[in-house]
């Protein structure tokens, strides 16, 4: 696969990720996928119980690039997420307000997979930002 396939891909993530397409998700994150980042289990598992709390947490949440580089087989993403807190978040009921995360994600792709993300940023900081919950 070449380096702009992964772009494309890593695009294809973060939007699926916002719309709770986990279909998509299954098919392209790989069975053996690793996760590092503060506060997560490694396992593909905890990957989909984070994506599935999240969407219900920001049902209406969007992800902008605001940087995205590819070398080889790993994709480095700046990004910002935007979004309404509807559902419940980390133990806090949701409040109607708007949130908004910065980060950064460094992602490896194995034969066409999602195989290991490491995660900058961390998700207490959510609370902290101007127009945070």
Do not use: C
Request: hydrophobic share 45%.
């Amino acid at each position: 696969m070449v380096t702009t396939d992964h772009k494309t891909i890593a695009q294809r993530i973060l939007d699926a990720f916002s719309l709770g397409d986990i279909a998509f998700l299954e098919e392209i994150v790989a069975p053996d996928y690793i996760q590092h980042g503060p506060r997560v289990r490694p396992t593909r598992e905890a990957f989909f119980a984070f994506a599935n709390m999240f969407h219900s947490s920001f049902p209406d949440g969007r992800y902008l690039v605001n940087d995205m580089l590819s070398e080889g087989d790993k994709v480095m993403i700046r990004w910002t997420f935007q979004g309404t807190h509807l559902g419940e978040w980390m133990g806090l009921p949701g409040t109607g307000k708007q949130v908004i995360l910065t980060g950064m994600d460094l992602w490896r792709f194995a034969d066409g997979k999602f195989a290991e993300s490491w995660f900058i940023g961390l998700p207490g900081d959510i609370w902290a930002r101007p127009g945070g919950a």
